[in-house]
């Protein structure tokens, strides 16, 4: 099939170079040059595994391209993919959906025939209706322009499985004349084969699974940390815990990982923009424990500055102190709202003299923080410290030699702020490991 994607970011890169992986034909189109620039030269404009490979193998046999020019969409295909950004308001809880607005006024006046617009963004219920209302004023009489909703539910660092061989495919669709379904499973013929769930709904039904899903596992993460709290407190230890709860199969051990909590460009925004929606429907208060959700979240990165300040004996002033992670998680260089960018800001603010290292995080890092020192490698971020503090869960990270360490480091104190690293081998080290929800 022919299709376009529309904004070529972290999920739309990714989906535009899968679906010519797939055997379809792709153009993809995003506002950014340089993005675009990149793309069209076999460069991936950030880090995730193996999709440089996918980019380059499909540039190569001529089935993917990239442009900045609509006109050239609006020739191309009559299936097009939407995945422009829909980041937190300013000054507000809300999602902006400025962009996905201005998708829709710039492609659907040049569009002639039947087409269908598949979102992937992810949206407050009510935005693919209100999309379509729009399309319909902007169409004209030479187009039909459908709007559907398809959900992405991809994980940065796994971006390229997980659009190859999605766990489930949602498709929301309007009621009435639609030719949405038919045309998906022939984008999904692959994985529909493969026996992979295909749901169709109505299009609220479908904006409101994304949102779901990702409050549902923003919760279960704080969940976890709010009971490493009593944990801390109470000398019990939350990694031995979550393991037992997580036996329970109708629990399950996976987003039980007690730590320095979450961030990114997902599940921050979206527990927000969930909110915000809910207060605008008049069902504020069935959301509210979302609140506390992020407070739970937000809380985690005071308390281990907190834990940083006492490790150093009080005060972060003047001391060298050593932030290992950058990115929002591990696999990914993706600083938005980044928990390990946040603590290393804010001991930086508090008069400490931080170094950063991220396998892949450095150069966002530094663009958005570029006060903070950023070292060349683990040791070099290692030497002289007199703190050091793993804020994401690296497998490098994870890897250190706790003796080797000892020997680059002032001090050889350490907050595991991913309940990661072998406890029995680094105190054998010698070294003072503090972790968060535990008492070791
Ligand atoms: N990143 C993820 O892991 C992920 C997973 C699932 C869903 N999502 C959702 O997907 C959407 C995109 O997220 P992202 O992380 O890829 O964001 P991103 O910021 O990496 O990419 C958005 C892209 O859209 C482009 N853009 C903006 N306006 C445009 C326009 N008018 N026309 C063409 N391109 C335009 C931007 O230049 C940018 O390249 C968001 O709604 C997000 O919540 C993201």
């Not at 409101?208 to 944990?231: G, P, Q, Y």
Request: some cysteine.
């Amino acid at each position: 099939m022919r299709m376009t994607v529309i904004g070529t970011g972290y999920l739309g890169a990714t989906h535009a170079a899968c679906m010519a992986q797939l055997g379809h034909e792709v153009l993809g189109v995003d506002v950014d040059q340089s993005k675009i620039d990149l793309l069209k030269s076999g460069e991936v404009p950030f880090y995730e595994p193996g999709l440089p490979e996918v980019l380059s193998r499909n540039l190569e046999s001529g089935r993917l391209n990239f442009t900045t020019d609509y006109a050239a969409v609006a020739e191309f295909a009559n299936v097009h993919f939407l995945g422009v950004g829909t980041p937190q308001k300013r000054g507000s809880y809300a999602a902006d959906v400025t962009y996905v607005r201005a998708v829709i006024e710039s492609l659907v006046p040049l569009l002639e025939g039947d087409h269908l617009i598949l979102g992937k963004s992810t949206v407050p219920v009510g935005t693919a209706a209100e999309l379509q209302e729009l399309a319909d004023e902007l169409a004209g009489d030479k187009a039909n322009v459908e709007i559907a909703w398809n959900p992405e539910f991809l994980r940065e660092g796994y971006a390229v499985k997980d659009t190859l061989t999605p766990d489930r495919i949602v498709l929301g669709i309007r009621k009435g004349e639609s030719s949405a379904e038919e045309i998906a499973r022939e984008v999904y013929a692959t994985a529909i084969e493969a026996e992979t769930p295909f749901l169709v709904m109505d299009l609220a039904t479908s904006e409101l699974v994304k949102v779901s899903a990702n409050a549902f596992l923003a919760t279960k993460i704080s969940f976890i940390n709010a009971v490493s709290e009593i944990c801390e407190i109470a000398g019990a230890d939350v990694t031995q815990l979550a393991d037992a709860i997580g036996l329970d199969e109708r629990i399950g051990r996976k987003f039980l990982g007690a730590g320095l909590g979450f961030g990114g460009g997902c599940l921050p925004k979206d527990i927000r923009a969930f909110m915000a929606r809910a207060g605008e429907l008049g069902a504020d208060q069935a959301l509210t424990f979302l609140r506390e959700v992020d407070a739970i979240n937000m809380r985690r990165r005071d308390h281990m500055v907190q834990l940083a300040k006492h490790a150093c004996g009080g005060s972060a002033l003047g001391k060298n102190i050593t932030v290992l992670g950058a990115s929002f998680k591990p696999n990914s260089d993706d600083v938005r709202d980044s928990p390990a960018l946040s603590v290393a800001g804010s001991l930086s603010l508090a008069g400490g003299e931080v170094t950063v290292y991220d396998p892949q995080g450095m150069d966002n890092a530094r663009k958005v923080f570029p006060t903070l020192t950023y070292a060349e490698s683990t040791d070099d971020a290692l030497k002289g410290a007199d703190i050091v503090i793993l804020a994401t869960e690296w497998q490098e990270f994870r890897e250190i030699d706790p003796v080797r360490a000892a020997e680059l480091v002032a001090d050889k104190v350490i907050i595991d702020g991913r309940n990661v690293l072998p406890v029995q081998a680094w105190q054998d080290a010698g070294w003072n490991l503090t972790a968060l929800g535990r008492s070791l």
